[in-house]
């Protein structure tokens, strides 16, 4: 008499220690095996025992491409933010050697200034502050004339005094440092406005100097961005000795009260 083909608790749930005769599928152990019934869950030809290895291989293989997909977008967004990142810093230290050369510009016309005075032996004398040059916007009688209630009520250049008057326009700097994508012979210019200091007019001469440096295409004559900065500086001037005691940065002017705004330092 055949045995009983229904599944116990504890044959599902045993161990399956199957003999080298049942895997081999032989019908006569099959059917006699006392732990190994046709039917049987544990036993190796049971077909829901092939469908679960089937699901648990299958599930096992979706849930290692499901952690390969998380890895991959991790490092995807790890690699993302460390390349925007970088790219931030390079434009923020592309930005800061942009306005340093606006600043060098700036440093140029003043150190252009002290070499103009330098040049005339008797002007750089005290007492002969009236031969001295000066950068004014123009050489008209209102611009020489004007006086500014606040910074210099009687800094003035009639021209009978003040006969060496110079139009102040912009100057190019001599750089031999080899230029960038974005750099042209014309990207660094300064210009300069001087005046006396009205309460020692002997021997304190002011200086203002503006430099740009501008980011010019390289096939056409467009400017694609300018960068700016503004210094004042005081100039002192004993019997032929010219000196540079001072400089510092102040807020970028108009035309107007670049020229006409005669402040101290």
Same mark, same amino acid.
């Given at each position: $008499?055949?045995?009983s083909?229904?599944?116990?608790? #504890?044959?599902?749930? !045993?161990p399956?220690?199957?003999? @080298? ?7 006569e152990h099959i #059917?006699?095996c006392?732990?190994h019934?046709?039917?049987s869950?544990?036993h190796p030809?049971?077909?829901?025992r ?7 291989k299958?599930?096992?293989?979706s849930a290692?491409i499901? @952690?390969v997909?998380?890895?991959?977008g ?10 925007? $990142?970088?790219r931030n810093?390079?434009?923020?230290? @592309? ?8 600043? /060098?510009?700036a440093?140029?016309?003043i150190?252009?200034? !002290? !070499?103009?005075l330098? &040049?005339?032996?008797?002007a750089a004398?005290?007492g %002969?502050?009236?031969?001295?040059i000066?950068y004014?916007?123009s050489d008209s009688?209102i611009?020489?004339n004007?006086t500014? /209630?606040?910074?210099?009520? %009687?800094?003035?250049?009639?021209? /009978? &005094? ?21 750099? /042209?012979?014309?990207s660094s ?11 020692n007019? !002997? &021997?304190?001469?002011?200086?203002k100097?503006?430099? $740009?440096?501008r980011d ?7 400017i694609?961005a ?5 210094l ?6 004993d %019997?032929?000795?010219?000196t540079?005691s001072?400089?510092r940065?102040m807020?970028?002017?108009?035309d107007?009260d670049?020229?006409l705004?005669?402040?101290k330092?």
């Amino acid at each position: $008499m055949k045995r009983s083909t229904t599944i116990s608790p #504890e044959r599902i749930d !045993a161990p399956s220690e199957h003999c @080298l005769i049942c895997q081999t599928g032989e019908a006569e152990h099959i #059917e006699n095996c006392p732990k190994h019934e046709v039917g049987s869950f544990a036993h190796p030809s049971h077909p829901e025992r092939k469908k679960l290895k089937r699901t648990i291989k299958n599930r096992t293989a979706s849930a290692g491409i499901i @952690l390969v997909i998380l890895m991959m977008g991790f490092l995807m967004t790890l690699s993302t933010s460390y390349i925007q $990142m970088m790219r931030n810093e390079t434009q923020g230290a @592309l930005t800061d050697l942009k306005q340093n050369r606006a600043r /060098a510009a700036a440093l140029s016309g003043i150190n252009f200034m !002290a !070499a103009q005075l330098s &040049t005339d032996p008797s002007a750089a004398q005290i007492g %002969n502050e009236a031969q001295r040059i000066y950068y004014l916007a123009s050489d008209s009688d209102i611009c020489r004339n004007y006086t500014d /209630a606040t910074y210099s009520p %009687n800094a003035s250049f009639p021209r /009978a &005094t003040f006969p060496n008057v110079a139009t102040s326009q912009w100057y190019y700097v001599s750089d031999p440092a080899p230029f960038t994508a974005t750099e /042209a012979a014309t990207s660094s210019i300064f210009r300069l406005s001087s005046y006396y200091d009205y309460t020692n007019i !002997a &021997t304190a001469y002011y200086v203002k100097s503006q430099g $740009m440096w501008r980011d010019i295409a390289t096939n056409s004559d467009q400017i694609l961005a300018t960068y700016q900065c503004q210094l004042i500086s005081l100039i002192n001037i004993d %019997n032929g000795m010219i000196t540079i005691s001072a400089i510092r940065p102040m807020n970028y002017e108009n035309d107007s009260d670049f020229f006409l705004c005669r402040q101290k330092y």
